[in-house]
Antibody, heavy 120, light 107 residues
Framework: EVQLVESGGGLVQPGGSLRLSCAAS????????MHWVRQAPGKGLEYVST????????FYANSVRGRFTISRDNAKNTLYLQVPSLRTEDMAVYYC?????????????WGQGTLVTVSS | DIQMTQSPSALSASVGDRVTITCQAS??????LNWYQQKPGKAPKSLIY???NLETGVPPRFSGTGSGTDFTLTISSLQPDDIATYYC?????????FGGGTKVEIK
């Protein structure tokens, strides 16, 4: 059974930073692209970032490009999202999701999410 | 970026009703479309991939049709357990993009 468990969220002041993690199990992590999707309170789903299975390719939404950094450690079966310079508009539940062997495929499994609260 | 337009944004129907949600892409995405169900306070769950294929374990009252730019999610007989928000999402190209969601309630 695929399991994705996010961690690293919390309360941070504007301008602060966090590193989100997603521990994966139940599948061969190194064979699949992985994604981050976020959801602001009461809002819809918003794409954040994608990383290919071998970490050679990364993609970002315009809203986070140049600020967020996605990475993965295939030896540790873990996906990361470095989120510096946080803004109030970054406040959301951040989900990691398993994609397919290539970067542009559907998201067949999701974690439970980790909440990032940005407030002074 | 490919824009995904979902309608309606909300609907209220009775148990047993047939419910239809539509999703329109701003350009041809072939059949590269997923439908997700999100219950309150929970993570999204994939229901349908490649526009019309049900994920394992999804009840057969759910079905998806369409290709190109126009897609439909149908619930043939609405059940209380189907109360949720439904999202379409294209994966023809990055960035992945989602529809705005359709909140389904019981009348």
């Amino acid at each position: 059974e695929v399991q994705l468990v996010e961690s690293g969220g919390g309360l941070v002041q504007p301008g602060g930073s966090l590193r989100l993690s997603c521990a994966a199990s139940g599948f061969t992590f190194s064979n699949y692209a992985m994604h981050w999707v976020r959801q602001a309170p009461g809002k819809g789903l918003e794409y954040v970032s994608t990383i290919s299975s071998n970490a050679e390719s990364t993609f970002y939404a315009n809203s986070v490009r140049g600020r967020f950094t996605i990475s993965r450690d295939n030896a540790k079966n873990t996906l990361y999202l470095q989120v510096p310079s946080l803004r109030t508009e970054d406040m959301a539940v951040y989900y990691c999701a398993k994609g397919g062997p290539t970067v542009a495929q559907g998201l067949d499994s999701w974690g439970q999410g980790t909440l990032v609260t940005v407030s002074s | 970026d490919i824009q995904m337009t979902q309608s309606p944004s909300a609907l209220s129907a009775s148990v047993g009703d047939r419910v239809t949600i539509t999703c329109q892409a701003s350009q041809d995405i072939a059949n590269y479309l997923n439908w997700y169900q999100q219950k309150p306070g929970k993570a999204p769950k994939s229901l349908i991939y490649d526009a019309s294929n049900l994920e394992t374990g999804v009840p057969p009252r759910f079905s998806g049709t369409g290709s190109g730019t126009d897609f439909t999610l149908t619930i043939s007989s609405l059940q209380p357990d189907d109360i949720a928000t439904y999202y379409c999402q294209q994966y023809d190209s990055l960035p992945l993009t989602f529809g705005g969601g359709t909140k389904v309630e019981i009348k």
